[in-house]
């Protein structure tokens, strides 16, 4: 049936098939977009609405008729589909399937990617980049391909697990030299979960270098170098996933550390300069001084420096005397300058005099326990010292020192009979001279011959012996003599004090010996001869012979009285020594005599006396002929006396 003329319809983007028994003139396949002109007559509008509802309904889901038409189709699946994993992501390309007009992703941790727990991303174009996934995860993908007659089959499946990049390599690095060793830093790496270190002593460090350090952190020290060595280093940051590249290169040349500092510096002053003096520093090869007028004086601030010394003392000259100088030392070696010492100060001062010379004129004179020194005066000097020793060659190191003296000067304290030798000395503010000749001197020995008229010289009649030779004992008696005796037999001076008091007992002897040891404090023995009074038939003086202390009668006896004498003498610092009571002509008292000297030998070793008591009992006994009368020696008894003592005597 052919349609033409009354009225015209345009079909889009497909083929009309007529239904059978109907014609469209000019009948071909239409373009998409083309129109197509037909022309219908007028009678003929119901017969071509019930045409065209019968071809829209069957596409529309409708009722029956035309089952023989041909359905509409959907676009193939994509192929060619891959994915390649970055960081955190994947990307997927496919090749473009004709007719589609968009694609859909799907993806899943599971393979075969099911659609009900998929993940899917619409309207995507190739390539894209799917997002927000998690590295070491594997993930499974499908695409498919979309146009208006809906979504094609899923694609085949590909796979993809994303993985962390490599960090960074580092920046900033530094590195610092050390004793032995190098102080590396760097800046923190995004991502790094640690740093390894590469070193070599060869530049152009690589991860291949010998020397590896793994696993390290900023700062990191590397030890067991060997200093005046130049070590080159670089660095990695490590994560997770891999070791990043190697940072810039460094390098370091360790060295020992600079030397301690100075310690036991001190300042000595002179004229117009000051002498320093320290104890050495291990590993110095110089010191330097600096040193200012102002406090504290350091490396950088000091008015002057003396560098490259390498001795101790150091003399820094050139200083204004009354200024204080404040001074600090430091030590100095291949690696480097130490830290200031402890701050010392000093005073430049005036050059002194030089010390005057030794004195001249010395002389030592011989007294009581002492002697006395005399010298000339000495120009410039402002005092004396005298040293003095008991062993000859004395010198200002070995002698016993007496400061600030003047001549005359009186040594006492000695001991008689002991020679000592002296020396003076001369002393300015410059110093002190040498030496001076040698002199010696020997105190004199002095005996307390103690007792009664005996011991007083009563009967003596020869007056050319009443008189020491040295002069030193006068008045007779055997007092003169016994000097005469002892100083010509032993080489010293002696002095024999007669300190007889007539008509006294024992008794009487212990009450004034108090006075007798204070007149003389410079004695060293006491001669004591009492028991001649003690035996008058009116005094009649116990003996106490055999007794002891406590013991009745005793108190008050010859023994008693002789005893505390002995006592005294000794608290006093003194030596005793006891004579026999003598021979008399007066019969009355024999008998309480020889007691008495029977006491005299008990005392004797009951205190320890070395020296045997002269036995003047006997000897008068025998030479009754040298008795002035009946109880006194004549001037030959006392002669006799003298020599009987001298016996005896150390």
């Given amino acids: 049936m052919d349609l033409h003329g009354a009225a015209q319809f345009r079909t889009l983007r497909g083929t009309m098939v007529p239904p059978k028994g109907l014609h469209f003139s000019n009948h071909?396949?239409?373009?998409?977009?083309?129109?197509?002109?037909?022309?219908?007559?007028?009678?003929?509008?119901?017969?071509?609405?019930?045409?065209?509802?019968?071809?829209?309904?069957?596409?529309?889901?409708?009722?029956?008729?035309?089952?023989?038409?041909?359905?509409?189709?959907?676009?193939?699946?994509?192929?060619?589909?891959?994915?390649?994993?970055?960081?955190?992501?994947?990307?997927?390309?496919?090749?473009?399937?004709?007719?589609?007009?968009?694609?859909?992703?799907?993806?899943?941790?599971?393979?075969?990617?099911?659609?009900?727990?998929?993940?899917?991303?619409?309207?995507?174009?190739?390539?894209?980049?799917?997002?927000?996934?998690?590295?070491?995860?594997?993930?499974y993908f499908v695409v498919t391909a979309v146009n208006a007659n809906g979504e094609s089959a899923d694609s085949s499946q590909v796979s993809a697990a994303p993985t962390l990049a490599p960090p960074a390599a580092p920046t900033g690095v530094a590195a610092t030299a050390g004793d032995g060793s190098a102080s590396i830093v760097w800046s923190t790496v995004a991502g790094a979960t640690s740093y390894n270190i590469y070193y070599s002593t060869t530049a152009g460090v690589t991860k291949v270098s010998e020397n590896i350090l793994r696993g390290v952190s900023s700062p990191h020290i590397v030890t067991g170098l060997t200093n005046g060595t130049t070590y080159y280093f670089v660095v990695t940051a490590v994560n997770t996933a891999d070791e990043g590249p190697v940072s810039s290169e460094v390098s370091a040349t360790p060295t020992p550390p600079p030397p301690t500092a100075p310690s036991g510096v001190t300042a000595t002053a002179g004229h117009g300069e000051v002498t320093i003096s320290w104890s050495a520093v291990t590993g110095a090869t110089s010191y330097n001084i600096y040193f200012s007028t102002t406090s504290p004086v350091t490396k950088t601030t000091y008015l002057d420096k003396l560098t490259g010394v390498t001795t101790s003392p150091k003399i820094v000259t050139g200083?204004?005397?009354?200024?204080?100088?404040?001074?600090?030392?430091?030590?100095?070696?291949?690696?480097?300058?130490?830290?200031?010492?402890?701050?010392?100060?000093g005073t430049p001062t005036p050059a002194p005099p030089p010390p005057p010379s030794a004195p001249t004129g010395v002389t030592a004179t011989e007294g009581l326990g002492e002697a006395t020194i005399s010298w000339s005066v000495v120009t410039d000097a402002t005092s004396y010292n005298i040293y003095y020793s008991q062993t000859s060659g004395v010198t200002k190191a070995t002698g016993i020192k007496l400061a600030n003296r003047i001549s005359p000067n009186f040594v006492t304290g000695l001991t008689g009979g002991t020679t000592y030798y002296f020396i003076v000395t001369a002393v300015n503010a410059g110093g002190e001279s040498v030496e001076s000749s040698q002199v010696s001197a020997t105190p004199i020995l002095e005996y307390v011959a103690f007792g009664d008229s005996i011991t007083f010289g009563d009967g003596d009649n020869y007056p050319l012996d009443d008189t020491s030779d040295d002069g030193r004992n006068t008045g007779g008696g055997f007092e003169p003599i016994l000097n005469n005796l002892l100083t010509s037999a032993k080489g010293v001076p002696h002095s024999i004090v007669n300190e007889g008091f007539g008509g006294y007992d024992s008794s009487d002897g212990l009450g004034v010996l108090p006075t007798v040891l204070a007149n003389h404090p410079k004695a060293t023995y006491y001669l004591i001869l009492f028991g001649t009074n003690d035996a008058n038939p009116s005094t009649n003086t116990p003996s106490g012979l055999g007794l002891s202390p406590g013991q009745p009668g005793y108190n008050g006896s010859y023994k008693d009285n002789m005893q505390r004498m002995i006592n005294a003498i000794k608290t006093a610092g003194k030596i005793p020594y006891l004579a026999k009571v003598p021979y008399t002509l007066d019969a009355a008292r024999i008998a309480a005599i020889q007691e008495y000297n029977q006491v005299i030998v008990e005392l004797k070793a009951a205190n320890g006396i070395s020296v045997t008591p002269p036995d003047f009992y006997g000897w008068f006994q025998a030479n009754p002929g040298q008795l002035a009368d009946l109880l006194h020696p004549n001037g030959v008894g006392y002669q006799s006396m003298a020599q009987l003592w001298k016996n005896v005597l150390p």
């Fill in 319 to 345: 200083l204004v005397n009354g200024t204080t100088y404040n001074f600090v030392v430091t030590a100095v070696s291949a690696a480097g300058e130490s830290v200031e010492s402890n701050q010392v100060s």
């Fill in 28 to 139: 071909k396949p239409h373009k998409p977009e083309e129109e197509m002109n037909v022309r219908i007559d007028r009678g003929l509008w119901p017969l071509l609405l019930s045409l065209v509802l019968a071809l829209l309904l069957p596409s529309c889901g409708g009722g029956g008729g035309g089952g023989g038409d041909t359905p509409p189709t959907v676009t193939a699946a994509p192929s060619g589909v891959t994915a390649a994993a970055s960081p955190g992501s994947a990307t997927i390309i496919w090749s473009a399937v004709t007719g589609a007009t968009s694609y859909n992703i799907y993806y899943s941790t599971t393979s075969g990617v099911p659609k009900a727990t998929a993940t899917k991303i619409n309207g995507v174009i190739s390539p894209r980049i799917v997002t927000g996934l998690t590295n070491g995860t594997t993930y």
